[in-house]
């Protein structure tokens, strides 16, 4: 690829809150300078002018999930537990070519929206395969987004993993229900590892990592063998922890303790793992994570959309936890927007008492967007930053946009004003993936015409999996609001179980 330099824009650096006129040099993928405008460039460096264009890091979304592409806008008053039941109509009878198109859609919304890296917990029926993984890399490579993708797993279905859930199903649907069980726990574990033996060298672009969904949804044996595949092969591990309170209190009738205590004896706490949500974390659980060096991947979008709550972000920085921010999956979120998902964690933090201490700062929600997602990712030091030795992950702000005038505050407006309209142009890795509003590695069109196409097949397919919802939604619905009643004494900020 060679050089390249970027001349005449304003670069933010989120840390001091300035937007300086500075040119940027680029080699290859990497970015070697940053310096006063006239920034001294080999004479063959490829020119991209950008005047009149605020220049920051590419977001980091630390939170998503690629098979949710293809179901956004399916449902609405949706709880948690409803989303997991609805999983079949969602994402049933998916084949290859869907697995593949999903992820490139939501590739797609990200870098229109301004994001450069995603942390994708995919799922694949009945288990994660060698060709899955690979499409979904595939997709990534294709679009030019980076991403760790990691195959969402466990040994336990939604019924098996809730007390008492699989009892109230009526007899007439309880065979349905049994078809719903997951592989066993060892062939998972052995397809993951079949499909990372061969991963390709290059972990720059898209690079793997392990996924044990829900903490009670996986048997201590299946979260060690994830643990140990993620040591093995020196990967990430990403769990929902916490998300809804339902999720909370059956931690404590299955374990006795928290989730977070639970995985903190197993030992499978660490620098590389990330807790999804973590909206019902008592103060302990934070210490707990901050001590060991973990990431939360907090997505207040989704924690609203599914009622699950809103979580205590001051609380996870106090304890020195890594905070990234998400936006969920799409059948839940339903946008992969994170100027969005930024904002939010601003309004979020605030609405929740009057105490402007514990209210994140908007430089505090860039940085969880930007630097906090690559510790997430494990990507620190490569990403999140426009600084020399940083991979060239840039985007483009048109500065003449309504978002940006007059421009007051550059931190203040990239958090409360821009909401992604005013992105003219990303570059991932020194390639220009959008440029004039346009994206330029795939056939928009065309992509329009698989998932119009997919969305018809798979309607279709799934016919009876929507019928199946039907009849489980009220057998949900009325089972599991009641785990929630047990006493979980809540504080004004973040939540004490007693
Ligand atoms: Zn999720």
């Not at 999140?384 to 483009?396: E, N, T, Y």
Request: proline share 5%.
């Amino acid at each position: 690829m060679g050089y390249a330099v970027v001349r005449g824009g304003l670069v933010l650096d989120i840390r001091s809150g300035t937007a300086a006129p500075a040119d940027i040099l680029i080699e290859d993928d990497t970015i070697r300078a940053v310096g006063p405008p006239g920034l001294a460039a080999p004479a063959e460096a490829h020119e991209i002018a950008a005047a009149r264009r605020l220049i920051h890091p590419g977001l980091v979304n630390a939170h998503t999930h690629s098979h949710g592409n293809l179901a956004k806008g399916m449902g609405d008053r949706w709880t948690l537990e409803l989303l997991l039941t609805a999983a079949p109509w969602l994402g049933g009878n998916r084949g290859a070519e869907d697995i593949r198109l999903s992820a490139q859609i939501g590739a797609v919304e990200m870098v229109l929206k301004g994001c450069t890296a995603c942390y994708d917990l995919f799922f694949e029926w009945p288990m994660p395969s060698r060709d899955g993984m690979a499409l979904v890399a595939d997709a990534y490579a294709e679009v030019g987004l980076r991403a760790v993708i990691a195959p969402m797993v466990a040994d336990r279905s939604f019924f098996e993993a809730i007390p008492g859930l699989a009892d109230a199903v009526p007899t007439a649907l309880q065979e349905r229900v049994a078809a719903l069980r997951l592989a066993p726990g060892e062939t998972t574990l052995a397809a993951i590892r079949a499909a990372l033996r061969d991963w390709p060298p290059d972990r720059e672009q898209v690079r793997p990592a392990v996924a044990p969904t829900i903490p009670h949804h996986c048997s201590d044996d299946f979260i060690l063998g994830c643990a140990a595949l993620a040591r093995d092969f020196d990967l990430g591990l990403h769990s929902h922890v916490a998300e809804s309170k339902v999720q909370a209190m059956t931690g404590i009738r299955v374990y006795g303790k928290t989730q977070t205590a639970h995985l903190d004896r197993l030992g499978v706490l660490g620098p590389r793992f990330t807790v999804a949500h973590g909206v019902w974390l008592d103060a302990d659980d934070m210490a707990r994570l901050g001590d060991r060096g973990a990431s939360v991947a907090h997505n207040p979008g989704s924690n609203m959309r599914l009622g699950s709550g809103l979580a205590d972000a001051r609380g996870m920085l106090d304890a020195r936890v890594n905070l990234a921010i998400g936006t969920d999956g799409a059948s839940c979120a339903d946008n992969q927007n994170m100027y969005e998902a930024m904002r939010l964690a601003s309004f979020v933090s605030k609405v929740q008492g009057p105490e402007r201490r514990r209210w994140l700062s908007t430089r505090e929600a860039a940085l969880a967007a930007t630097e906090g997602g690559a510790r997430a990712l494990g990507l620190d030091g490569r990403i999140g930053r426009i600084a020399p030795g940083f991979k060239a992950d840039l985007v483009f702000l048109d500065l003449d946009h309504p978002n940006w005038l007059p421009l007051n505050d550059p931190v203040n407006q990239l958090v409360h004003c821009e909401d992604g309209t005013a992105v003219d142009s990303v570059m991932i890795g020194g390639r220009m993936v959008v440029a004039n509003r346009r994206v330029l590695t795939v056939d928009l069109a065309r992509l329009r015409e698989r998932a119009e196409a997919a969305r018809e097949r798979l309607a279709a397919l799934n016919a009876d999996n929507r019928l199946l919802y039907d009849a489980l939604e009220p057998i949900v619905d009325s089972h599991c609001p009641g785990l929630a009643r047990l006493p979980y004494h809540v504080h004004r900020y973040g939540a004490r179980l007693e």
